[in-house]
């Protein structure tokens, strides 16, 4: 995935990198393909604020995120995108259920237990 991360009015130190690399590997592991990220990590005054756009195989997803901490802000702004991405992901799989249903197909999860 190609992750690109930016401060505004913040310099992004190696650590904080660190921590929203390890933060979006929960995202990734619900998608095949991921195209792409832009985070923007932003200080206003004494408020932290991350947002972030994420560009999975026909899914954008976008979340954005206040909190008095960086860490706390790049924490509620990585569920926000995992809870998105659990939605998209079931949808798709709902789906394709449904289809499978339809042509007289048996689902994967009604399949026999040999």
């Known amino acids: 995935m190609n992750l690109n991360l930016s401060g505004h009015h913040v310099e992004v130190s190696p650590a904080l990198r660190d921590y929203v690399n390890l933060k979006m ?7 095949d393909r991921l195209i792409g990220a832009n985070i923007v990590l932003t200080v206003e005054k004494m408020l932290h604020k991350a947002e972030a756009t994420i560009h999975a195989g026909g899914a954008v997803l976008h ?3 206040s909190e008095n901490d960086m860490y706390a802000a790049i924490d509620t702004m990585t569920d926000k995108l995992d809870e ?6 079931g949808k798709l799989h709902g789906h394709q259920a449904h289809k499978a249903q339809k ?5 994967p999860l009604e399949g026999d237990a040999d």
């Not at 042509?103 to 689902?107: A, P, V, W």
């Open 25 to 31: 590997q929960r995202i990734e592991r619900h998608f």
């Open 63 to 65: 979340a954005h995120a």
């Open 84 to 89: 998105q991405a659990r939605r998209h992901k």
């Open 103 to 107: 042509h007289g197909l048996q689902s």
